[in-house]
Structures are given as C-alpha cells and as structure tokens.
C-alpha cells in the first residue's frame, strides 16, 4: 500500500522517485563512509546498517546501548517514526502511520535484561514492539556528541553564535601511515578519500606525504608487484598519513588492500588521544548582544515550554544581571557545569541538577534546569531530518504522540 508523505511524494509510487536512483552528495553527509543509493525497497537490517553510518556507535558513551534493539530485521521497511522514548503511544503511532520502524533517542533497552517476563515497563514494550512487528533503533549519546542534533537545536533556537562543543571526545581518531609506490600515490590518496579518510571538523581530504625510498626482498612464494624473488629492491615510495574516525576502519582498510599495489601492504594503524572539537557533549555560544538575564529565562522559557528552576540571584551575582554567553547541555547534563563556567558562560541550560550542584556553582554562571524531556524533544526533529535523505522513498516522521512523560502542576 502506498501512501502520501509530506511534500506530496508517495512511497513507492513515484515514477520521479523509481528514476531517481541517485548518489548522495558526500559532503552534505560527512559521517556517511561511502556513498548510499537510496533505493525504493530494503529489509530492516539494511535500514539498520544505513542508520549506523548516520549516526555511528563509536561516537557512543561507554555505558549506552545505541544503534539497533530488538525487532524483526529480515521484514521489509516501511517506513520510520521518530521519538523521544518508545511508549505504548508511540507503538501505536506507528501502527497507525504504516511504519515498522520506531527511531528513538532514549534506548528501551538499556539495563541488560537476563529474561523477559511478564513484568515492568521495558518487558511488556519489548513484547509489544515485537508481536506488533516492529522494530527498535536508538541514536542517543552518539546524536548528544553531534554539536547540530540535540544541543545544537537548543542552541539554533536561542540564537547562540560561534558555538563550540563544550565537552569534546577523545579517543575516537585514528591515523594510518601507509607506503605506496610514487606513481601510485594520487590515485591511492583519491580512494581513501572517497571512504572519509583525512576528515577533520570541516575539513576534508587531509593527508600528509613525505617521498623516501624503501627496501625488500621477496622470498620464495612471493609474487611480487615490483622486483623478482631473492633480489632486494629499492623503491621511490610515498609514506603517506591520514587521519579519520575510528568507525571508518574496516572501510579504509578494506579500501588501502584494493587500491594498493603491493602484495603485503606496509602500513601502521594508530589511536590517537587527542580531543575533537567536532564531536562531543554539549555547546557554548554567544547571543548576538547581551540581555537581562530574565529576558534570557523568558526566551528559553517560551521556546521550551515548560517552567524553569534557576540559581537565585544571590547565588550568582551576575554584575548587571546581563547575559552574552550561553552553554547548554540536552538532556542530563548537568555535571558539565564547571566546563560551562571555564568557558565563560554567564548561563548554563540542562536539566537534572542536584541542590549542590546551585551551591558550588558561583561567580558569574547561573544555572537553568528545565526538564529533561523539554530539552530533548527539539531534538527528535534534528534525527528525522539526519534520516530523511537516506530514505527518500520511505516516510520518515516525527511522533505527534506526547513525549513527555511528565506535566506541571500550575
Ligand atoms: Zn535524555
């Protein structure tokens, strides 16, 4: 059964869409490893492995569960619902929507689960997501290291100028060093480019070369490129350096065999610690010009929707009570505020603060909590439209289910 997506296409039946088997434009999707064809038709698991590459694994806490959950991987997709938390709201949504897809922040499986009964919340949602034929795929602490998804919505929608990640990562670059005969460099260079190799913050296509000469001598079995078996050989070679996220290995490596010439190719794969500014938790940026800090309340106010516990004045006293630099964190984040206030920030926006934290935290900053659900919820937009160019042929839609699990008391 076809159906209208927003815009007017349908999901199969587009002959505009049947023809437009297309590549994507790399450089709008700089975390996708290699071109993906968007296609009219594909299974679960290959849903599944597309959403891996939009939002990797490695950029994940090491206590989260992202990427797929549970569900039927082998069924054809349908289309995808996108949420905040899967909720029997939610599983019903997507009934109604034809999606079998559910794309969530919050994983539903996060706590291992040694059996599944009858009994508590995760338990009944796993049957029902499964007897009802969906499935589950959460892009959580990996879309919070991604400065555009869930605080650069906030950030977006507070105006905030020259963000900067406020609580880069480290840990997740890798640096091969590979040598490559001379007259086989550029096209070599070009094909580890072609799989994200040399990709840094906004820059792409980063390498470095140095030409030496380098020495072997093939043994008794070899079939050598270069040279014939007990003769040493000297070669103009390239040492060629590139630099690239972990998640990009098993594609530049597999990328480096095809493309080199050599029958054992010399090379060194090595981790590097240093912090990346292009990934990470939270952001600071700066208003366009300072306001009173209760204009400031009122703006985040209006935008989140919900009621706000800040630092009392006291607390902070904020000379003039004016504020230019705004750090923010979506969902839990509040740990991050000592980042916050060595970065400058006059003000602190997360959720789930603990009464020391108002107490430690002087000086200028203030801290604003508002609630944890409010400050994600801006951010379920940001996955859809992460998703939505890799399926053009399927419906990808935001929930219109409550996502909040809580209301106030007014
Ligand atoms: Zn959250």
């Not at 992202?66 to 054809?76: A, S």
């Not at 505020?337 to 970065?343: D, E, G, V």
């Given at each position: 059964?076809?159906?209208?997506?927003?815009?007017?296409?349908?999901?199969?039946?587009?002959?505009?869409?049947?023809?437009?088997?297309?590549?994507?434009?790399?450089?709008?999707?700089?975390?996708?490893?290699q071109?993906?064809?968007?296609?009219?038709?594909?299974?679960?698991?290959?849903?599944?492995?597309?959403?891996?590459?939009?939002?990797?694994?490695?950029?994940?806490?090491?206590?989260?569960?992202?990427?797929?959950?549970?569900?039927?991987?082998?069924?054809?997709l349908?289309?995808?619902?996108?949420?905040?938390?899967?909720?029997?709201?939610?599983?019903?949504?997507?009934?109604?929507?034809?999606?079998?897809?559910?794309?969530?922040?919050?994983?539903?499986l996060?706590?291992?689960?040694?059996?599944?009964?009858?009994?508590?919340?995760?338990?009944?949602?796993?049957?029902?997501?499964?007897?009802?034929?969906?499935?589950?795929?959460?892009?959580?602490?990996?879309?919070?290291?991604?400065?555009?998804?869930?605080?650069?919505?906030?950030?977006?929608?507070?105006?905030?100028?020259?963000?900067?990640?406020?609580?880069?990562?480290?840990?997740?670059?890798?640096?091969?060093?590979?040598?490559?005969?001379?007259?086989?460099?550029?096209?070599?260079?070009?094909?580890?480019?072609?799989?994200?190799?040399?990709?840094?913050?906004?820059?792409?296509?980063?390498?470095?070369?140095?030409?030496?000469?380098?020495t072997?001598k093939?043994?008794?079995?070899?079939?050598?490129?270069l040279?014939?078996?007990?003769?040493?050989?000297?070669?103009?070679?390239?040492?060629?350096?590139?630099?690239?996220?972990?998640?990009?290995?098993?594609?530049?490596?597999?990328?480096?065999?095809?493309?080199?010439?050599?029958?054992?190719?010399?090379?060194?794969?090595?981790?590097l610690?240093?912090?990346?500014?292009?990934?990470?938790?939270?952001?600071?940026?700066?208003?366009e010009?300072?306001?009173?800090?209760?204009?400031?309340?009122?703006?985040?106010?209006?935008?989140?929707?919900?009621?706000?516990?800040?630092?009392?004045?006291?607390?902070t006293?904020?000379?003039?009570?004016?504020?230019?630099?705004?750090?923010?964190?979506?969902?839990?984040?509040?740990s991050?505020?000592?980042?916050?206030?060595?970065?400058?920030?006059?003000l602190?926006?997360?959720?789930?603060?603990?009464?020391?934290?108002?107490?430690?935290?002087?000086?200028?900053?203030?801290?604003?909590?508002?609630?944890?659900?409010?400050?994600?919820?801006?951010?379920?937009?940001?996955?859809?439209?992460?998703?939505?160019?890799?399926?053009?042929?399927?419906?990808?839609?935001?929930?219109?289910?409550?996502?909040?699990?809580?209301?106030?008391?007014?």
């Amino acid at each position: 059964m076809t159906r209208a997506r927003p815009g007017g296409e349908t999901r199969f039946g587009s002959k505009g869409l049947r023809e437009a088997i297309t590549w994507l434009d790399k450089s709008t999707l700089p975390l996708v490893q290699q071109p993906i064809r968007v296609q009219e038709a594909m299974l679960i698991d290959e849903a599944v492995r597309i959403l891996d590459q939009i939002f990797p694994p490695g950029l994940q806490q090491s206590y989260d569960r992202c990427g797929f959950q549970c569900g039927r991987t082998d069924r054809p997709l349908t289309g995808i619902l996108v949420g905040l938390d899967v909720s029997d709201e939610l599983i019903e949504e997507a009934l109604e929507q034809g999606c079998n897809l559910l794309v969530t922040h919050h994983p539903l499986l996060f706590d291992p689960l040694t059996r599944i009964g009858n009994s508590g919340r995760v338990e009944r949602l796993v049957h029902r997501v499964l007897e009802a034929g969906l499935a589950v795929y959460a892009a959580h602490t990996n879309a919070d290291a991604m400065p555009d998804t869930v605080s650069g919505a906030l950030a977006d929608a507070l105006g905030l100028r020259n963000t900067r990640v406020l609580d880069p990562l480290k840990g997740i670059l890798r640096q091969l060093v590979v040598y490559i005969p001379a007259d086989h460099a550029e096209t070599f260079r070009e094909a580890l480019f072609q799989v994200g190799a040399g990709h840094l913050g906004n820059y792409g296509e980063a390498s470095f070369g140095v030409l030496g000469r380098g020495t072997f001598k093939p043994l008794d079995g070899a079939q050598p490129f270069l040279g014939q078996v007990g003769q040493r050989e000297e070669v103009e070679e390239w040492r060629l350096e590139f630099v690239f996220e972990a998640w990009k290995t098993p594609a530049i490596l597999e990328a480096m065999t095809l493309a080199h010439p050599y029958q054992e190719v010399a090379y060194q794969l090595y981790p590097l610690e240093q912090k990346v500014s292009g990934y990470g938790m939270g952001l600071v940026g700066d208003l366009e010009q300072e306001i009173p800090l209760q204009t400031a309340l009122q703006r985040i106010k209006d935008f989140l929707g919900c009621p706000l516990r800040y630092s009392r004045p006291s607390q902070t006293p904020l000379e003039g009570g004016r504020i230019r630099r705004i750090a923010l964190c979506g969902g839990a984040g509040a740990s991050l505020w000592p980042l916050a206030q060595a970065a400058g920030a006059d003000l602190y926006l997360s959720s789930e603060f603990k009464h020391h934290h108002f107490l430690d935290a002087g000086g200028r900053l203030v801290l604003v909590e508002a609630g944890h659900a409010e400050t994600e919820i801006p951010a379920c937009d940001r996955l859809r439209q992460r998703i939505t160019p890799l399926f053009r042929t399927f419906a990808v839609l935001n929930a219109r289910s409550s996502q909040n699990p809580t209301v106030y008391l007014t």
